[in-house]
């Protein structure tokens, strides 16, 4: 889907400054906010840090990208949305684990351990590497 059409589908206004960020995460896959930042000042130096925080916090909102916290308590932002698992590699990139297998023997297997009154939410297993 084109990145006008997929903001548009969230329910957002298609501007400028969130096309290019969108496009810059389809580019990189996962990034922490800063890198995205740093990326988006080179192309759009107009556009304010506070803006780029609003247009994540918007987009994460409305499911067009999911984030979560690496080894280091950084936040990552991820073009994937949907439920996935991560191996953080030993240069600090992510791959994307798509397993539903995995995520279905995990729930079965914890799900006598959880708090009366509550369901799992969200699994999202990262396995880190380092190297041989
Ligand atoms: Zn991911």
Redesign the pocket.
């Known amino acids: 889907m084109e990145i006008r059409e997929k903001i548009k589908a969230a329910g957002l206004k298609a501007t400028p400054q969130r096309r290019a960020i969108y496009e810059i995460m389809r580019e990189v896959?996962?990034c922490p906010i800063d890198d995205i930042i740093a990326r988006i000042k080179e192309e759009h130096p107009d556009v304010t840090i506070s803006t780029v925080y609003r247009i994540m916090d918007s987009f994460c909102e409305t499911g067009l990208l999911?984030k979560?916290v690496n080894t280091e308590g950084k936040t990552i932002f991820?073009?994937?949305p949907h439920e996935?698992h991560?191996i953080q590699t030993a240069n600090n990139e992510?791959i994307?684990i798509e397993d539903k297998t995995l995520s279905a023997l995990i729930k079965k297997r914890i799900l006598e351990k959880l708090p009366e009154g509550e369901e799992i939410d969200n699994i999202q297993i990262q396995i880190t590497t380092k190297a041989k």
Do not use: A
């Open positions: 896959g996962h999911n979560f991820d073009i994937t996935h991560h992510f994307d």
